[in-house]
């Protein structure tokens, strides 16, 4: 089984995240696939001010560290949702991101983002932070933008289909996740061993 956690970025009252949540999690659930989402509202960290945790892995100072800290551990691949916020991604999720070092290691990562780009700036800036973790992001994105933001946010409900025009896209990231998630598997399960 693979397990693929799906991460929500975004922590405001009234966010967007939720809806392309519930097409993107639709779309992931299939034989062999576990999905995990991760709602960095479920995870209210300390500011980050512990020692560098590539020199102390798995040490966390708190419980609510440990608990995300394991199933960041126990993904073997991600996908990042993220809005943009003034050209970047979330101060919560990169407060996240710096609690953690062996658990992002050695796996891959996919980005959805939204915005007036697409999200294209804060996805930019997450492939350069995940390649310093170790990372792999994978190439294909899918990049929500307002022609398709706009009805999405404005539907009076959560509906997957308010994203079908996006699914090809969708279906790319998910496929080369896959496939990166399989390789990146046998990988680290060789050197383990």
Known sequence: ??????????????RFADRPAAWVVDRLRR?????????????????????????TPRRYATEAVAELGRRIDAADGFVVLTGEYNHGYTGVFKNAVDHFYVEWD?????FVGWGN???????????TVSIELGMAPIRP?????????VPAMTADASDPA????LDAKLDALVSELMWWAHALDAARSTIAA
């Open 162 to 165: 308010l994203f079908s025009g």
């Open 1 to 14: 089984m693979t397990r693929i956690a799906v991460i929500l970025t975004s922590t405001r009252a009234e």
């Open 141 to 149: 994105a899918v990049h929500i933008l307002p022609e398709t933001l």
């Open 117 to 127: 780009v697409g999200g294209a700036r804060a996805v930019e800036q997450l492939r």
């Open 31 to 55: 034989d062999g696939v576990d999905v995990d989402v991760i709602d960095m509202r479920e995870h209210d960290l300390p500011s980050f001010d512990a020692p560098a945790p590539i020199y």
């Open 106 to 110: 050695r796996k891959p990562v996919a």
